[in-house]
């Protein structure tokens, strides 16, 4: 369980972190999600007790990250793939790691097995690919079998094969009961391998609930056909709904449930053809929350929409 | 639950500090420059010696003129201590190391464990080596020490403290700036500039002033007899160790308060 509260942090005149409380529950993974600069490697860097926040705090388990004993065992990260000395063999890394935080060293070699890379574990790691560098982090927040994980931007750099690995490596960590935390700025990518999300702008919070949650709370559109679109569209319009018909005949109608617009059908004795609630994808869900929020808006894009 | 250990962190910190290249190859250079050149000088000096001025051969001190390497060495070990930490700011890892271990001074005191003993036994195994070379080179033509004698002694030991000293202060510039660039120009700076500026002071102020500089002080270090202009040699060691101490805790300050 990682509880972030009230977080603020500023550098100088930026406000990186505005004002964020949120958590994060162990058993399901939880995507971090915001635009370019909004906020979430500065968050995780709070959470690792690497940056200390302006006001408010942080704590894991209910401790801080300065009061673990042994924070490997507690913790795991990925921050940053390329962040190992580039000189230096994975083995050695992983090696140095774990002695650290007295794990047992034979550890080094289950990791390494364990995210592929095995093979070039006596190799530099400035000669690895990011993929490989990726699978190293990944590697190192392991180590300390830790309940508790937070990966930022890890599918970075990653082949299809590879993040189809990682997904289904984030829903075994969470099924085993872990808290698992990942960030990424693409929803796509997020839709398919979190439960919850945070989704964040401009370091402040906008909104946080299950991927179901969010999908459905733009929803309520149905897709409509009908045998007379005419003679339902007046019954739904006079029930307070409003209607759009498109030319190929299929009508979107927005303020009553699939479930309503069959009654009203049936009362109104027209016969439905399709009858399909919309589900807004999670793309358009974060594009909708995040418009505003958007620190570095493409020339093109800004022209685009004024 | 075993917990985080200066013991355990010296561990890992000697592990870092060995796997990578730039420390053989620094150590490797401080060897070759204290050797090479501790021969360079003493064979110079005794191809000289039959035509060297009285007076220069009245105040002729063989053991510091042995160990002249160490003044080239200095430079090496001192970038040794700057790549220890700086290596991990310029990499990034130095997130990973705090995250494990986040008592921040367990860290500066793990590195200098590791830092000070290492150097410290290259150092006094290459200083006396030297030593006993040069003595070699100069038998027959120039006057010998040896190290029965207890000045002879204490000023061989203390060359190899000089130069521990000075990867000390080097680890401390490191930290301190967290760049490596950054950290050798001020090294070098110390130990180069700071006397060309104290030569252009007046004459009374240089006196006092030269004594106090780094290189003066490593000179005072080796020297069976400092000059009368200088310290003696434990009050020099003593005034370096004071300046590496204050640089180490400053920038240990620095590393817990500020983010990584
Ligand atoms: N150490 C720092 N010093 C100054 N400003 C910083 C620092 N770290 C982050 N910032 C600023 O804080 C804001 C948030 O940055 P952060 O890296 O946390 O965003 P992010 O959500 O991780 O972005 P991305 O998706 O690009 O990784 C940005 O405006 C950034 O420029
Ligand atoms: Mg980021």
Redesign the pocket.
Known sequence: MIIVDHLTKR??D?L??NDLSFEVRPGVVTGFL??????????MRVIMGL?APSSGHVTINAQRYQELKAPLREVGALLDAKAVHPGRTARNHLLALAVSNRIPTSRVDEVLEFTGIASVADKKVGGYSLGMSQRLGIAGALLGDPPVLLF??PVNGLDPEGIRWIRTFFRSLAVEGRTVFV?S?LMSEMAQSADEIVV?GR?RLITQGTVDELTASDAGSVLVRSADNAALRSVLEAAGNTVDTANDGTMTVRGASAEAIGQAALAAGVALTELTPQRASLEEVFMDLTADDV?YVSSLDATNHG | MDSVTVASVTHAEWIKFRTVRSTIVGYVVTVVLTLGLGALITSAIRGHWQTMEPLRKLTFDPVSTSLGGTLFAQFAVGVIGIMFITSEYSSGSIRTTLAATPRRVQVVVAKLIVLVSVTAVVAEVVVFAAFLMGQRIYEGVVPTASLASGAVLRSVILGGVYLTLLATLGFGLGLLLRQQSAAISVFTSLLLIVPIIVFVLPQSWQTSVTRYEPSSLGHAMMSVTPSLDMFGAWTATLVLASYVVCVVVLSTVTLVRR?A
């Open positions: 550098y100088g930026t990186a972190v915001g635009p370019n600069g909004s906020g979430k490697s500065t968050t940056d930022d931007e960030s700025h964040i370091g620190e | 983010d």
